[in-house]
């Protein structure tokens, strides 16, 4: 669930900030050093000559922890502080501040790449083989994703060792098979496909994540809101043009 708050940032205040350099999407570790009237300054925990990439007015996305939850908001660069531009920088006061709770596992529509090893397996028998997918869904507390036939095949109670891309990195986590479901495939004029000989089901797989660090739940939180930001500038942008 994501929900407005008034929490504000303070100085001391860490905060992860996520801005797109020479073409990829970047994360900087920092921390908040002074908070002014309509600006805030930060400071990298260590220095990053990557921040000299940063120009005027370029959008920035930011995540502060808050105990059990994120809190995310929208920002702009402003400049460099100091004269080595590697360190110190302010930011435009944030905006649209809300608050992610972990427990309540916001979840999202999303097709991400899935890579999978069975590492025990319940009646399947195929532990150790590994397979692909892409996911129907994700959230901080598992995903469901798609497995194509001829990919390794899973069963309810399996755990598998799982890595999904999210835009240009990736978080692993172990987690379990939690149901499984046979998927029809849709032809001409929405009739469903009869099965083609000698070859498996697409099947959608549900897990539920047994083993994951707080921070690879923090990048899939914040992978969450950034699709649900530029999803909501795109529908901006389409009903300004009509």
């Known amino acids: 669930m994501m929900i407005e708050t008034n929490g504000q940032p303070a100085v001391h205040d860490p905060v992860l900030v996520e801005a797109e350099i020479d073409g990829k999407v970047v994360g900087l570790r920092a921390v908040v050093v002074n908070v002014m009237p309509t600006s805030l300054w930060l400071g990298l925990v260590r220095p990053d000559p990557g921040l000299q990439g940063l120009r005027p007015d370029q959008p920035l996305h930011l995540t502060f922890r808050r105990e059990g939850a994120a809190m995310v908001a929208a920002s702009t660069f402003l400049s460099h502080l100091g004269a080595s531009r590697s360190r110190l920088f302010s930011i435009e006061w944030p905006s649209d501040f809300q608050l992610v709770r972990r427990r309540d596992h916001l979840r999202l529509d999303a097709q991400c790449p899935v890579a999978y090893t069975v590492t025990n397996q319940s009646d399947s028998g195929s532990a150790g083989l590994t397979g692909k997918g892409t996911t129907r869904n994700i959230s901080a507390g598992g995903i469901q994703f798609v497995v194509q036939p001829g990919e390794a095949m899973v ?29 029809t495939e849709l032809g001409p004029g929405g009739r469903p496909r009869l099965p083609r000989p000698g ?29 649900q930001r530029r999803r909501r500038d795109r529908a901006n942008r389409a009903a300004g043009s009509r």
């Not at 539920?208 to 990048?219: C, L, Y």
Request: hydrophobic fraction near 50%; avoid cysteine; aromatic fraction near 4%.
């Open 199 to 227: 070859v498996g089901p697409t099947t959608l797989v549900a897990m539920r994540f047994t083993s994951i660090s707080e921070g690879a739940q923090d990048r899939i939180v914040r992978h969450i809101f950034t699709l």
């Open 155 to 183: 069963a309810a109670g399996d755990e598998l060792e799982i890595r999904v891309a999210l835009g240009p990195g990736a978080v692993t986590a172990e987690a379990e098979v939690i149901r499984i479901e046979e998927m």
